[in-house]
């Protein structure tokens, strides 16, 4: 490298974004960490410093363990199932048939519509007696079959996690198409003369080349479910009790319902260390995989 | 600090009874109360530059100015919204420089921003707070320095004592309640009728019995949308005015003091009641995934005799549905038998003044307009508010709740709603706990009264 | 070579089913847009009736032109100034490699994880105390903050993989300054990551409702999430559903339509930001 052309004065290029970056994002991020030890109540400007005792409170509380359960869940699926249903339809239309444009568009236009308007399509969808669902099952003779998923202890959670799946499903088909079309055909060519089976071909010379795919997609899924927070807040309350708390929506409650900001804030951190562990993990895992595969 | 608290959980109480006395009071002699009013009073009709100009701004009045308002609730689905459409017109007329410019958020959302927003010190001019200790509850809001001090207003004296004693701190009131509403059961005649239940459960036992024969003619009870969890609330207030407070009325005095726990027996038996009323399938099953709105139209398309709510929720409780039938109200009776029926009464939510306001002096103004007992925005208010009018000489509007109001009246049976005398938050547990029975997990009340002292204990601090 | 037809004809049909499923909930939300307010007939019968009334009512509940109009204004000086920041911070971590440029790097990579929800506070605090007004292009500020993180991770992989450093050394020696290099030189050339910044972060800008809602106190003022907010309360009752349904449509048509125009650069946009990131 040129050091002569790439100087050190060119980090001044970075100063405008960083102090944006540093003023609204940094800074408020390391007031949290003086928020935790403290009784403040997110409202009226005193508050007094209670050391460790809001994380001693939350340890000792349910809510804690029921939302990182919830939360590890909503992150799991959507990661699981939302690549692998992403990556057949990826597979589907990459086949050589017409209308294929078409096709990927009409995946993709779920991803356009705000959360909160997915919020209130969905909520009809699954509304018992009269949405779409329950209707629909009405009609073809099973009307029995219970149809309340938002309002169950077991299932809301999954069923918000549906939505997400279905929001999300659009970017992730476009983005494994795009690896599968950098696919070269010669190699393809070459294994199936070497006589590989579909499943072959598939896993040593398709996924290979999707890895940079699958790393984005996985990683992009993984961030976003850690911070889940849309579903709950528009469609369920977090209900019924707190089957559907996510980290996030657990500390915003506690923020703004109980006015408990500082206790709020410890969560906030643990939430922040869990995110930033299993993130780290993940990429760090995957670029491995990336770079031997 | 211990002390003020007390004092305003006594004031509550007390308040609560003086404010029914004075509901019952109200003959047309008080309503000339209003005559010291500065602006309006002798153009009550002309609400234009005439009135401006004698009135009480001259120098303000030139220069435009834009007030925000804030508040809570749904905006009304047929005609106009008073606080979105209305309001903002009858300002326009009577002060020509003014635009209010009125966001209306749900309430959870309207939590989150105005509490948002008066910390950064950018808070709306006008918004909306709750009674005593609720969520945004006025001492709250008083205390934090958020409110501005209404006590210099002149139609006070208009005012019932209590519905200012419930939004006072310290002697001082800081916001005008909407007026008084009462938690009730809403019930379908024709449905009582075809059942064969010829009046009005007058104790828990003749309430079950009349469910049981709701259910045996093979009608749904009692219809509840608990996936809005709130509404648990309001059936479990009407039951705490019965079981918790007419022994003890000082209960929840004693609880910031720590001489009795949310775990007393009392407690427990009132979430037992409406435990009850689960376990044996009176309210519809399935309510966790039904909203309140969905419930209050399975009520209007007579698919249910009953639900609990308040009088705000009238214009959706008698909207047009599937099926034509005749309403009626009730207190919710969890009194044993011989035990007279204590109804669930408190004032309502009102406006309030942002204290670091620019334009607190036309705040106020509007605010003398509003609420000066005969201006056209007077009336459209009274006329588009189905709470229980806290104003002197005006009347009831809404006949059916006549009975619940002549009792409350002649015999004083009434308690506030036990969540304003609580932190916000301890009703929210209530709320989670209680899903949790309705949800089928083996949640006991003592369970649900536990989680809510915990929760007491946490954010009460004396 | 009918074999290959039938394939074919199995693979649309596939596809086609699972296209209608993925579309049906979006469908009855059309069609129940396209009834009069008060046709109460159960929604799966679809289509059945064709007006426009649902619409007017949608129309003028949620201010639908000034909120379409402060949709526009709020995302296109958000996706401008992450342009312009988020492609200038990325030159220098691209170009130089040293430890300081990769921590920088990872430094703007990391604020991806952090929820805006949870740092609200602090962050209204911080506003608060720089004396900056709270008004409705306050949300601005924190659109670019949190599209900064991104935008700057594909701006970086693109700039080390597809712009050659020996066209900026020719420069160099011709005696062009840095700043100039950067906007003549490099700038047109990371045109194509430029278009998927603006999709990507766009798209999220424009729907984005909680950073509007919080800072936002006028209706006038609300982009068009914050006005589907006032319809909250209708979503449970199937009485309120025609209207309802009509507002959402309201609510993401000008997204939808420029997707229909741009679909290519769309497509386009997603795909550059993971295969060359």
């Known amino acids: ?293 | 600090m211990k002390v003020s608290k007390m004092k305003s959980a006594g004031l509550v109480l007390a308040s609560t009874m003086v404010l029914l006395s004075a509901c019952g009071g109200n003959n047309n002699g008080n309503g000339n109360a209003g005559g010291n009013n500065t602006a309006g009073n002798t153009t009550t009709n002309a609400a234009t530059e005439n009135t401006t100009n004698n009135g009480t701004t001259t120098n303000a009045a030139a220069d435009p100015v834009t007030l925000t308002m804030l508040v809570s609730g749904a905006k009304a689905a047929e005609d106009a919204d008073f606080e979105l459409e209305t309001l903002p017109k009858l300002v326009k007329e009577k002060f020509p420089n003014v635009t209010l410019e009125v966001q209306k958020l749900p309430d959870e959302q309207y939590y989150t921003s105005v509490k948002a927003k008066l910390a950064a010190g950018e808070g709306p001019d006008i918004f909306l707070v709750f009674p005593n200790m609720a969520n945004m509850g006025a001492i709250e809001v008083a205390k934090a320095g958020y409110a501005a001090d209404l006590s210099g207003l002149s139609f006070w004296d208009n005012v019932s004592q209590a519905a200012k004693n419930d939004m006072s701190y310290e002697g001082k009131p800081y916001a005008v309640a909407k007026g008084m509403d009462i938690l009730g059961t809403y019930y379908n005649k024709d449905l009582f009728a075809q059942a064969g239940i010829t009046e009005i459960p007058k104790d828990w036992a003749s309430f079950l019995a009349a469910s049981d024969k709701l259910k045996s003619a093979g009608i749904t009870p009692i219809v509840m949308g608990d996936k809005d969890p709130w509404v648990i609330q309001f059936g479990m207030y009407q039951l705490s005015a019965n079981s918790v407070y007419p022994s003890d009325p000082t209960f929840d005095t004693k609880l910031q003091t720590g001489e009795t726990a949310l775990t007393d027996e009392k407690w427990v038996k009132t979430v037992n009641q409406y435990k009850e009323l689960y376990d044996k399938e009176y309210v519809a099953k399935g309510s966790l995934g039904m909203a309140s709105a969905q419930a209050v139209q399975q009520f209007v398309d007579g698919k249910a005799a009953m639900i609990f709510t308040g009088t705000w929720d009238l214009p959706g409780v008698t909207a047009t549905g599937a099926s034509e039938f005749e309403r009626g109200f009730f207190s919710l009776p969890g009194n044993d038998a011989g035990q007279p029926v204590y109804a669930s009464a408190a004032t309502a939510a009102g406006y309030a003044l942002n204290a670091n306001s620019k334009n607190l002096e036309i705040g106020k103004q509007i605010f003398e307009y509003l609420y000066d007992g005969q201006s056209p925005l007077f009336q459209a208010w009274v006329e588009s508010n189905p709470s229980i009018s806290v104003f002197n000489g005006v009347e009831l509007k809404n006949e059916i709740f006549k009975d619940v109001l002549d009792n409350i009246q002649s015999t004083g049976h009434a308690f506030y709603f036990s969540n304003q005398m609580w932190p916000a938050g301890v009703s929210d547990v209530m709320q989670t706990k209680f899903s949790e029975i309705i949800g089928g997990k083996k949640t006991t009340a003592e369970d649900v009264t536990k989680a809510m002292q915990d929760k007491y204990k946490e954010l009460y601090k004396g | 070579m009918k074999g290959i037809a039938a394939k074919k004809l199995l693979t649309h049909l596939v596809i086609i089913a699972l296209v209608f499923i993925n579309l049906v909930p979006l469908l009855i939300v059309l069609s129940s847009s396209l009834r009069s307010p008060k046709n109460m007939t159960n929604p799966l019968n679809w289509f059945n009736e064709f007006t426009l009334e649902s619409f007017q009512s949608a129309f003028t509940r949620m201010h639908f032109m000034s909120a379409l109009w402060n949709s526009i204004v709020l995302t296109s000086v958000s996706v401008f100034f992450v342009v312009v920041l988020a492609a200038m911070a990325a030159y220098p971590m691209a170009r130089i490699r040293s430890k300081f440029s990769r921590f920088l790097y990872i430094f703007f990579l990391s604020g991806l994880v952090v929820p805006g929800q949870m740092v609200l506070i602090p962050i209204i605090q911080m506003i608060k105390g720089l004396g900056i007004p709270m008004n409705q292009y306050t949300p601005i500020l924190m659109f670019i903050t949190c599209s900064l993180p991104f935008s700057t991770f594909l701006y970086t992989g693109f700039i080390r993989s597809s712009v050659p450093e020996e066209i900026e050394e020719a420069a160099h020696i011709d005696g062009c300054s840095m700043f100039r290099r950067f906007w003549q030189i490099v700038f047109p050339l990371i045109l194509p990551v430029t278009v998927s910044v603006v999709i990507t972060q766009g798209v999220w800008i424009w729907n984005d409702y909680f950073f509007n809602m919080v800072f936002i106190t006028k209706a006038s003022d609300a982009p068009l999430p914050v006005a589907m907010l006032g319809f909250l309360g209708d979503q449970q009752n199937p009485a309120q559903w025609n209207v309802l349904f009509a507002a959402c449509i309201l609510c993401a048509l000008p997204l939808l339509l420029a997707f229909l125009a741009l679909q290519k650069y769309f497509v386009g946009g997603l795909t550059m930001g993971s295969v060359k990131g």
Do not use: H
């Open chain 1, 1 to 293: 490298m040129n050091s002569a052309v790439m100087k050190k004065t060119m980090y001044f290029f970075v100063l405008p974004a960083m102090l944006f970056y540093c003023v609204f994002w940094i800074f408020p991020i390391l007031k949290l960490f003086q928020y935790s030890v403290t009784d403040y109540n997110g409202y009226v400007q005193s508050f007094n410093y209670v050391g460790l005792s809001n994380f001693k409170t939350l340890f000792q509380e349910e809510i804690l363990g029921v939302s990182v359960k919830n939360t590890l869940i909503y992150t799991f699926i959507t990661v699981i199932f939302g690549n692998i249903i992403a990556l057949m339809l990826a597979l589907l239309l990459n086949a050589n048939i017409r209308a294929k444009g078409f096709y990927r568009s009409a995946f993709y236009i779920p991803t356009l519509f705000s959360a909160i308007v997915v919020g209130f399509i969905w909520s009809y969808v699954y509304m018992p007696g009269d949405g779409l669902i329950a209707s629909f099952l009405t009609k073809i003779g099973l009307g029995d079959v219970d149809t309340n998923f938002l309002g169950s202890y077991g299932k809301a959670l999954y069923a918000i996690i549906a939505v997400d799946i279905w929001k999300n499903i659009g970017t992730s088909t476009i983005i494994f198409l795009a690896g599968l079309q950098s696919v070269p055909y010669e190699l393809q060519e070459a294994g199936r003369i070497d006589g590989a089976g579909r499943w072959k071909l598939f896993r040593f010379v398709t996924l290979p080349m999707l890895a940079t795919s699958v790393t984005i997609n996985i990683t992009l899924s993984i961030i976003n479910g850690l911070k889940a927070f849309d579903y709950p807040f528009v469609m369920t309350n977090g209900g019924p009790g707190t089957s559907t708390n996510t980290l996030i929506y657990a500390m915003y409650k506690m923020a703004f319902t109980d006015q408990l900001f500082g206790k709020a804030s410890a969560l906030g951190i643990i939430s922040f260390a869990l995110i930033i562990a299993i993130t780290a993990i993940c990429v760090f895992t995957l670029n491995r995989k990336e770079v031997s595969a």
